[in-house]
Structure formats: structure tokens, C-alpha cells
DNA sequence: TTGAAAGCGCTAACAA
DNA sequence: TTGTTAGCGCTTTCAA
């Protein structure tokens, strides 16, 4: 079933059918009715490559994350698709496992699909990949972070503000001795070192830091908190580099006997669903991820549609959530 | 930059500049030499919508998901993508958020898209895009669940024997008065409706539900949990459709001083990664979503690619996995 | 408002 | 092993 078969069976010309289907505004009533009852009766479904390789444009966004089990991304992706295909748009989703050479290739074949936009997690670093990207012409949306040389539009926020506000909200609750869980994340290093510098700041001990790598989940948070307890029993704060990480501290510190908040306030980043009705109350860092994806695609069609972007740089910026662990 | 300027830099004739890309066994080492350093000096990447067009393989697998935040699908889709990008097939994501019509539009716009298979978390019950996407001929894999009349192949395995393998499973321990938490999904009822048949054939009394609809969260697991406390307050076990809800009856229960599982029983659905490592540990059905992933990428891909597949249809089973709270 | 002609960039099928 | 020709199914451009 093409677009020809239609035609001939509407008695009018290719061209005129494919109006009648995209623009209907631009076609009489008596031929969009034709048109019309030609595709019903033959349940024609036009071929989009077809048309995306004639008018080179794919209507398709490409969306690179590092995971998509229990990422912190998701509700980002989520919205992002959900806006993309509320204007007719679909979503290619490739995931790069935190790996520049997966990152890489994965770019590589996304560009090879001319998609209309890409979105990127995070910020893509200097190499083949980003230059080949900048190449390409293909609009860009770099979000989760902020830069001075972003590829094309930005939608983020500052990790080394974050840093800072969640020492100054740990020091502002009297807590001293603070500790650090992170994952092998880069992103996560900066947050921990503002952390770091505003603590010497103010005079206080160094932070006892323990790095998890890859192994991102709630039982590494607890294994962390054994390390703590061994490496520096003082501690009464701890910065986890995700939501999970901080079940895990929060889970074994209970499991202890060790008081939550009382004895040890532990915050976390992310902000997952359920923290807010956890026992306690998961304190944390909330990213409005569904803004990201939101903002990201309208900005993504503008541009994909002519339009120019009044705000292609954008700071989201995050909260605190004080709840019940700090 | 097209395969043109390729072939005219190396001195060929463009479809062999092509099939120095993409077929290199069949090309002298002389010519993909000079195609290489072509590619290499022009930046060259193919335009992989023109490709599929011409050869009607548009290497893409469209894959349809109720939601993508926290849902117990993600394993399954995580291990698809990873599957078809090692094989050279690029995801397309959609999610129909619960809802058929959704659905029906998502499947309408996928088609469109010419993908070489699609990939459904669940299965497609009879309607319009149903009887479209058996007319498009597109390779299907269903899954998540067991059916007479698949579209085409399918992965899946029994929510009526996961009902009943729960009940079993908690009348072994001694329970006797039995409460379910279900989600408004049509699988969570067959799963629960299993239950209840076991309980009654045991001449248990009757098993007090509470149906969230579609507040699939911690918070909606916590108030049920108050509910069944008003309602069937001799309740010394409880099924949950998610592990999501099993996790806030396990906080509100412990937050009520009722020991978790002395006192009460809590089964979840689904096996979340940290479901092992909380206190209690969660007991949970445990359906392995990376196999069911992998196997459907498999079919997907012989399929693409002109073999037979051997197994159409799959059932992966699941188990009960028995840890602290029941 | 409608249509004719051309072509998007690639590959299938056939021929040399 | 390499090349010629034709065409995938649609949309752009221009003309009527």
C-alpha cells in the first residue's frame, strides 16, 4: 500500500493525496473526503522513511542515557518523550552503560539516522564523538550539568552549588563530622569537593570518603557505612552521590541501633518517587527532572521545525528537601 | 556529504564505495583501501534512511512500555537495547502510560516507521491496532504474559500460576487470613484471582482487597495497608501487586510497631534490585526481565534478517523468592 | 487548488 | 570483483 495506490483510488495525483493526508487545510473538502475514504478503505499507513529521506526531516529525537534502571534520568526521558510525541515526534533511546567508547559509538550510529534532534544526559566531552556531532549540524540539548562550551543548547544545573548547599544545610543542623558515598561519576566528585572545600571552610575535620565505583546500589550503601563506622566512628552527617546509596546508609545505620536523625543525618541526591513517605523521610536533592525533558523537547522541535530559541541555555538549579533523615 | 562524493574521491562507482562499507569480504583490498581513506577524509556517515528505504531494513525494533520510571519493565528493555545495539538495531521507545489509546496511536505512529520488529511489554488485546499490526506483517514479540492467541511470538509466563504459587507460598508459613494490594492492571487481578481460588479451595475466608488504580506508589502501599488494618484488621498476610506497594505496607506496618514478618506477612511482585538488601528483605516473585529481553532481541533479529525462529513462543517462568518479610 | 517532473541517498538486480 | 540501471515512497519545486 503506497501513497500511489491511494491516489489512484481517490482519483487525484500523488502530490495531492499526501496533501490531503499532511495538510489537510490545503486541499478542497471534496478531495479531502476522497483522499480520506481511499486510506480508510485501504488502511494505508504512510511510510515515513519515505518521506523523512524527501523532505530530510525524520521527525525522531535521539536520547542517550547512561542507564535506564532505576536512573535517576527516567522521569527526564519519560517527559521528554511523552512532549515529542504529543507533537508527533518518536524517541530513539540509546544507553551508553557510563562508557565513552559505548557513548561514542552509540553517537556514531545515532547520527547515521539523521534524527531532528539529540539529547544527551549529561555534558559530552571533548573527542571524536562530539566533534563529529558538531559537524553534523544536528541540534543538541547537553542537560544534568553546566558549561561555558556547551555543543549547542544546554538545560542543567551547577553540582558545585549543590555541594555547597548541602554541607551548608548539614553545618546549619550542627552536624561536624561529615562523610561522603559516591559512585565513580564525575559529576559526583564535583558535588563531593564543593562539599569538601566549603567543611575546611568552616574549620571542620576532613571528610572521610568512600568511592563505591559502578556498583551503584542500596547494599554498597550499607557496605559504605560499615567502612565509615570502621574508618571514622565520628561521623554524625553523611552526603550519599544518589537516593539509593542513602537507603543504604539509612538501612544499615537502623539496622545498628544508630538513630536516624538523631545520632546521624544522611542526605542523598535524586530524589527518588517514594523517599518522601520512606521511614524516615528521605532528605535529599531534588532535580525537577521532568522540567529537563520538557524544556529539552520544546526547544528540540522549535528547532527542528525552524524556529529559533529565545533560551537555549538554561539553569534549572535544584532544591533541598529536608525531610525526616536530615 | 553522500556516498557519491565517497565513491567519486575514491575513483568508484558508488555502489561499490557501498559495499566497501558496508560488506567489506566482498571488495578488493585495493578498493576498500581507497574507500576507507575517502570515508576517512570526508567524514563521511551514510545516511542510513536512504539506505532503508532502498533495501526496506530499517534496522530499527520499536519497543511499547506502559511507563518507564521505577517500572518493572526496564530490565527487560535495558537488555533489548543493549542486544539489538551489538547487532547494529537501533530502540525506538514508547510509552503508553496504562492507557489503550495511547497505545493504539503509538503502534499507528510506529508502523509508520517501517520497523523491522516490535517489541510489546504485555500483550495487544483485540482492536484496531491489533488487526493493523497483524496486516502490517512487522515481527511481534509479546511478552510479560501467556496467551492462546498471540500475534506472533511471544515471552512470557503465567500470572494465574504466580497467584496461586503465592498462596501456597504463604499458607506453607501458617497464614491464615490473607489481604491483596492491587494496582488497576489487568494481570494484577488474574494474579489476584488465583490467589483468592487457592485461599477458598483451602476454606480460608475470603481475601480483603484493596485496589490503589493508578497510584502505583510507596504512599498508595502505606494507606492501603491502614485500610486493611480497619478492615480486616486480623490480617496476618499480604500480597502485593508491586513491589512498590509490599515496601510501603512493610514502612507502615513497622511504623505501627507490627513486626514484619512475625506478625505479618508481605509478598511483593517484580523484585526490585534492592529488594534483597532492605530491612526486612522483601520477598517477592522474581520474573528474570533481562532473559525475557535477550530472547526477544534474538527473534527480533532472525526474523530482520530472514531465519527461522526455532521457539516462537517462550514461557521463562519466574520464582518466589523467600527473604525476610515472608 | 491541483498536478508534472525531478530527486532525496541509497541498494537490489542484473550484466560485464 | 566491479559497474549500470532502476527504483524504494515520498516531498519539493515549479507550472498550470
Redesign the pocket.
Known amino acids: ?7 489512484k483510488l481517490a ?12 495538510k489537510p ?4 473538502s ?3 473526503k476522497k483522499v480520506q475514504a481511499a486510506v480508510e478503505r485501504t488502511g ?8 523523512s ?5 525524520s521527525r525522531m529525537i535521539a536520547a542517550i542515557v547512561p542507564s535506564t534502571v532505576m536512573s535517576v534520568f527516567m522521569q527526564t526521558v519519560e517527559t521528554l518523550n511523552n512532549t515529542l510525541f504529543d507533537a508527533g515526534y518518536q524517541l530513539m533511546l540509546g544507553q551508553s552503560s557510563y562508557s565513552v567508547e559505548r557513548e561514542e559509538a552509540l553517537l556514531e550510529a545515532v547520527i547515521g539516522r539523521r534524527p531532528d534532534g539529540i539529547f544527551l544526559a549529561g555534558i559530552l566531552q571533548p573527542g571524536r564523538a562530539r566533534t563529529r556531532l558538531m559537524a553534523s549540524g544536528i541540534p543538541v540539548v547537553e542537560s544534568w550539568d553546566l558549561t561555558q562550551t556547551p555543543i549547542d543548547m544546554l538545560i542543567g544545573f551547577s553540582h558545585l552549588e549543590i555541594g555547597r548547599a548541602v554541607a551548608k544545610h548539614l553545618i546549619d543542623k550542627g552536624r561536624k563530622h561529615f562523610a561522603i558515598v559516591l559512585a565513580g561519576d564525575e559529576r559526583a566528585d564535583r558535588r563531593a569537593t564543593a562539599f569538601q572545600q566549603v567543611a575546611r571552610a568552616q574549620g571542620l575535620g576532613e571528610v572521610f570518603t568512600v568511592n563505591v565505583g559502578d556498583s551503584r546500589t542500596l547494599r554498597s550503601g550499607r557496605d559504605s557505612f560499615i567502612k565509615i563506622l570502621q574508618g571514622a566512628p565520628q561521623t554524625d552527617a553523611i552526603f550519599c552521590s544518589s537516593d539509593l546509596l542513602a537507603m543504604g546508609v539509612v538501612t544499615e545505620a537502623k539496622a545498628r541501633g544508630i538513630h536516624v536523625p538523631k545520632t546521624l543525618s544522611v542526605m542523598g541526591f535524586g530524589d527518588v518517587p517514594f523517599g518522601a513517605d520512606m521511614e524516615p523521610a528521605l532528605s535529599t536533592v531534588r532535580i525537577n527532572g521532568g522540567d529537563i525533558g520538557r524544556m529539552a523537547a520544546e526547544r528540540l522541535i522549535d528547532r527542528a521545525e525552524g524556529r529559533k530559541v529565545d533560551k537555549p541555555i538554561v539553569d534549572v538549579g535544584f532544591s533541598i528537601v529536608a525531610r525526616g533523615s536530615a
Chains 1, 2 share one sequence.
Open positions: 500500500m503506497t501513497l500511489q495506490d491511494v491516489a482519483g487525484v495525483a500523488p502530490i495531492t493525496a499526501s496533501r490531503a493526508i499532511n487545510d490545503s486541499v478542497s471534496e478531495v479531502l494505508y499507513v504512510p511510510n515515513r522513511m519515505a518521506g529521506l524527501a523532505s530530510s526531516r
